[in-house]
């Protein structure tokens, strides 16, 4: 889902990054709605043996095998997600993030029809992992392997921020895709990802170093 404050060429350059890893993507507009009540809505159309897959409008997979192996967790019964932390909220555990999440219907039924929406305790989807461990239902959360710009503590994990890879350099998000400053960090690794080369982190620290001195005046 996206806002109406998402720049027009992130929605444009992850569909070519989506068409380019054949996986499907359905980019949907929904201006000022909570992303959690968002989810709500979605899983509410789907069948109970459907496999849900939700994607931050400024995250993607790195390659397709990435992305295929996120749908056999699924299939598997597992929940999937990238690894998070709620530092604003009281949750203590890092928690299967929906920016990039997949798992099936019936087990998101079978854990009671959770709302997704964020509350006093856990934030959007965050419950989903808190009732998936209490019902020994496995949660697969792969870490973060590098990220550009650090700002938040992955609780005792580590941290991430703008410009987060995870797994084995395996999914991307960007974060705070609002403001337009962080738009050619996403372009720069979309870029890479389309031509089939590998990652230049030297390029993308480059991106961040020029966005710094330009925030200091330098």
């Known amino acids: 889902m996206y806002w109406d404050n998402i720049p027009a060429s ?13 996986i499907p993507l359905q980019q949907e507009r929904a201006d000022q709605q909570p992303h959690g ?10 069948a109970p043996e459907d496999i849900v897959v939700f994607c931050d409008i400024d995250a993607f997979a790195l390659n397709r095998a990435a992305y295929i192996a996120a749908v056999q967790h699924a299939e598997n019964g597992a929940l999937f997600g990238l690894a998070q932390f709620s530092n604003h909220k009281q949750g203590t555990q890092v928690y299967a993030g929906p920016m990039f999440m997949a798992f099936r219907k019936s087990m998101w039924m079978q854990l009671g029809s959770p709302t997704m929406r964020s509350s006093k305790l856990h934030d959007a989807a965050e419950v989903m992992s808190v009732l998936a461990r209490e019902a020994g239902i496995p949660v697969v959360m792969p870490a973060v392997s590098a990220c550009l710009l650090p700002k938040w503590s992955l609780g005792n994990e580590g941290v991430f921020g703008i410009g987060t890879f995870y797994g084995q350099l395996d999914f991307f998000h960007l974060f705070e895709s609002r403001k ?3 738009e050619a960090i996403f372009h720069a690794v979309a870029d890479d990802v389309l031509a089939d080369r590998p990652l230049n982190f030297r390029h993308y620290l480059e991106i961040v170093e020029q966005l710094q001195a330009a925030e200091s005046g330098q």
Do not use: G
Request: charge should be negative; hydrophobic fraction near 50%; glycine fraction near 0%.
């Open 37 to 46: 009540l968002w989810m709500n809505e979605v899983i509410e159309r789907l």
């Open 10 to 22: 992130i929605l444009s350059k992850q569909r070519e990054v989506f068409a380019h890893l054949d």
């Open 180 to 182: 337009p400053a962080y």
